[in-house]
């Protein structure tokens, strides 16, 4: 079993910068590829990045391209999500997925068995 715990979200500006952690604990002697995903009030929960096992594959969900990186660091079990240029409509709980395994697209949170309980961005126009 594998831990999930969020860290740094919270109300910026529009424009502004957040980097989120995603700190795992457990059964983390294999470096699971991760996810990010978020979920607004009302809305699906939406594909934000991916980054592979060792972090040599990273993908982005179109809204947040040119804008947002990933970033892992395996000695310390932890994923960062690097979100510059923050709009309105980036305001969500952010949530970071471990253990995708290949069965469906990244992009799908039903591929990841491992949820943190999420962090919340907000973002002021």
């Known amino acids: 079993q594998v831990q999930l715990v969020e860290s740094g979200g919270g109300e910026v500006q529009a424009g502004e910068s957040l980097r989120l952690s995603c700190s795992a604990s457990g059964r983390t002697g294999t470096s699971y590829s991760t996810g990010w995903f978020r979920q607004a009030p009302g809305k699906e929960r939406d594909f934000v990045a991916f980054i592979s096992g060792s972090g040599g594959r990273t993908y982005f969900g179109d809204s947040v391209k040119g804008r947002f990186t990933i970033s892992r660091d395996n000695a310390k079990n932890t994923v960062d999500l690097q979100m510059n240029s923050l709009k309105p409509e980036d305001t969500a709980v952010y949530y970071c997925?471990?253990?995708?395994?290949?069965?469906?697209?990244?992009?799908?949170?039903?591929?990841?068995?491992?949820w943190g309980q999420g962090t919340q961005v907000t973002v002021s126009s």
């Open positions: 997925a471990a253990g995708y395994s290949g069965t469906y697209d990244v992009n799908r949170p039903d591929g990841y068995p491992y």
